[in-house]
């Protein structure tokens, strides 16, 4: 294990049910969007980032696919790839969101910041422990 992986995995180490070490490596993968940028929530509460899972992968939190957000996108396109996980959104029960860095799109760092914020307070609304683990 390299340095940067091993950082990784010292960063989620602590966790409940943290992700695999392989999931946090993982890079160019496809990403499936359940819930676009502004698009309702079954609940109606609107999303706001586009929020989806990693196919072929499973969360033993929730026994679903491992979610994922891609912050700093106006809306999703179809095809997009990641190309790294940069961080988590921790939560009490397991059920963290992995944050993903797009491959080849152009975007404002402050929208992706706004935008990651504001998921990080739509996700308190649900559990107050949620926070931001950036690897």
Avoid at 15 to 37: E, I, Q, T
Avoid at 38 to 65: E, H, L, M, Q
Avoid at 88 to 116: C, N, V, W, Y
């Amino acid at each position: 294990m390299n340095s940067e992986e091993m950082l990784k995995f010292a960063a989620v180490g602590f966790m409940n049910r943290p992700p695999p070490p392989s999931l946090l490596l993982k890079k160019n993968f496809n990403v499936h969007f359940d819930f676009p940028y502004g698009r309702p929530f079954p609940d109606g509460r609107i999303s706001p980032v586009n929020y989806g899972n990693i196919p072929g992968t499973k969360n033993d939190a929730d026994g679903d696919a491992w979610d994922i957000i891609v912050p700093g996108l106006k809306a999703s396109l179809s095809g997009i790839k990641i190309d790294r996980v940069v961080g988590l959104i921790t939560d009490r029960a397991g059920d963290h969101k992995l944050i993903g860095m797009p491959i080849g799109m152009m975007m404002s760092k402050e929208l992706f910041e706004k935008q990651l914020e504001n998921y990080l307070r739509f996700r308190k609304r649900d559990d107050p422990s949620a926070r931001i683990i950036r690897i």
